[in-house]
């Protein structure tokens, strides 16, 4: 059965806990959006009263074209993300690439996620597990459900039981992303809670030949299915303005959007426990 896992000393998720919601842009583009973002974002936690985790990546290391926008840089992106706790408090996740920037990165994170095509890297999975922060491990398109047991295993290794699984689909051909539903009950049997990628599940990766696309019409009824398939979490990439995004243009999702699909999630979990 899955268990809850603590985030910070006020928020878990997990085993019947509120839903977990992960938003913000895929990338820090510069500081004066970053904190835009957040503060539109932490109005919608207080509208909505939610538990919400804010996410920025510092780096894309893994693009489609060395001419991709990848971000400000470790310390420059957390120093970023710095102000962001600062001025708003919300909990901070960005991405991890190589081991060694697991430490730092936990001294300014809450949790540390790990990318999908990094899902099986021993040594960066057990270089943030070690720092005792939540790692969020997204599951590789090319990993089954039943797969990620060893993921969840190698954090329990060294000593750190709060890793938890983001389902972002499974490749069906070339450039086309499925979920499968049943991996969520799938993966609570491991005793993990499942947080469900909206953004990157809609992804085409490579449809637009140096540039991932997408379809974003699909990210309000694959939330749905994923709130009544029992995700216990949604991370949903979010940006005010998607056409002029630096990264994930064609799958970031607008405020208001982001908004409506909360509302859904709660709707239904709602419905789930009456």
Do not use: W
Not at 51 to 76: E, T, W
């Amino acid at each position: 059965m899955t268990r809850s896992i603590s985030i910070t000393s006020g928020i878990s998720f997990g085993s019947g806990e509120p839903p977990l919601f992960i938003a913000g842009p895929c990338v820090i583009e510069s500081r004066e959006h970053a904190l835009k973002m957040a503060h539109i974002l932490l109005k919608i936690r207080d509208e909505l009263k939610i538990n919400l985790v804010y996410k920025a990546s510092f780096d894309k290391a893994n693009r489609s074209s060395i001419d991709s926008f990848r971000g400000p840089g470790l310390a420059a992106g957390l120093a970023i993300l710095e102000a962001v706790r600062g001025e708003t408090g919300l909990p901070l996740l960005s991405d991890i690439h190589e081991p060694q920037q697991a430490a730092p990165a936990a001294e300014v994170l809450d949790i540390l996620q790990i990318p999908a095509f990094l899902c099986r890297q021993t040594d960066l999975i057990a270089a943030a597990a070690r720092t005792g922060k939540a790692v969020g491990v997204k599951k590789g398109q090319f990993l089954s459900p039943e797969e990620t047991r060893n993921i969840l295993e190698k954090g329990h290794e060294v000593g750190n039981d709060r890793l938890f699984i983001t389902e972002r689909g499974t490749s069906f051909g070339y450039q086309n992303l499925v979920v499968d539903m049943r991996g969520f009950p799938i993966m609570h049997d491991l005793g993990t809670p499942v947080v469900y990628d909206i953004t990157h599940s809609m992804q085409r990766p490579g449809g637009e030949g140096k540039q991932t696309g997408g379809t974003p019409q699909f990210a309000r009824p694959l939330a749905r299915a994923a709130a009544a398939a029992g995700a216990d979490g949604f991370f949903m990439e979010v940006h005010d303005n998607p056409p002029a995004a630096l990264s994930d243009r064609t799958t970031q999702i607008r405020p208001e959007a982001a908004r409506d699909i909360i509302r859904d999630v709660l709707a239904i979990r709602s419905a789930l426990e009456m």
